[in-house]
Each structure stands twice: as C-alpha cells, then as structure tokens.
C-alpha cells in the first residue's frame, strides 16, 4: 500500500514559523506530484500548495501566497512545506496527497482533493498566543 506521513505539525505563536515533511513509503516521488491540503473544524478541506513531478512549477491558495514555500527532495524522497507569517486563521489539520502525473502544471488539480488518490494521516498545526 502506497503511504505518505506527514510531520512537523504543532503548536505556533502567531508570526511564528514550521515546516511540515511529507515522506512517501513503498513508492518514490519521481513521478509524482505533490499537494499539501488542510481541514479546518466545521470547513471543508482546501487546496493550499503543489508541486508538479518535475518541481519546476508551483501554486498556492491566494490566502497563503508569499508566506508558504513547497519543495520536494527527491533524494530524500520527501516534499515539504515551509509555513511562515502563521495566523490563528492557518489553524487546521494539514495532510499531504500524492498523485501520478507529468503535467507541466498542478494548479488544476489542487482545486479538487479527488484528483489526489494517496494520502497521508494529516498533522495538526496549531497557531494561537
């Protein structure tokens, strides 16, 4: 069974800085492109980064655009997410999603979390003073 864990979540003043780690198991990233997703308490779950399989494009959702970096280290077989400038609103469990793909762009794909099929068990990242 194909699996990503996440880590790196907890709790953050707010201003405050993490960064989360998406490691894959039994498969490698190559071919893959990543997404980092989070789910607040009565909210659905959104689209907030991706990473084409190539690395070289990216998005993010505009409420975190210029605060959130995604990477990905194929060598380590694992992407990341970079979260800095948090905010009481960033509040959520934070899951990593997986899919195969060698499109030059995910920006589509990160609109609807159905079009991941790998996923991991989320990590909660908490921001308050």
């Known amino acids: 069974q194909l699996q990503l864990v996440e880590s790196g979540g907890g709790l953050v003043q707010p201003g405050g800085s993490l960064r989360l780690s998406c490691a894959a198991s039994?498969?490698?990233?190559?071919?893959?492109?990543i997404a980092w997703f989070r789910q607040a308490p009565g909210k659905e779950r959104e689209g907030v980064s991706c990473?084409?399989?190539?690395?070289?494009?990216?998005n993010y959702a505009d409420s975190v655009k210029g605060r959130f970096t995604i990477s990905r280290d194929i060598a380590k077989n694992t992407a990341y997410l970079q979260m800095n400038g948090l905010q009481p609103d960033d509040t959520a469990v934070y899951y990593c999603?997986?899919?195969?793909?060698?499109?030059?762009?995910?920006?589509?794909?990160?609109?609807?979390?159905?079009?991941?099929?790998?996923w991991g068990q989320g990590t909660q990242v908490t921001v308050s003073s």
């Open positions: 990473i084409t399989s190539s690395g070289e494009s990216t």
């Open positions: 999603a997986a899919a195969r793909s060698d499109l030059p762009t995910c920006r589509s794909k990160l609109s609807t979390s159905s079009n991941w099929p790998i």
């Open positions: 039994r498969f490698t990233l190559d071919y893959y492109a």
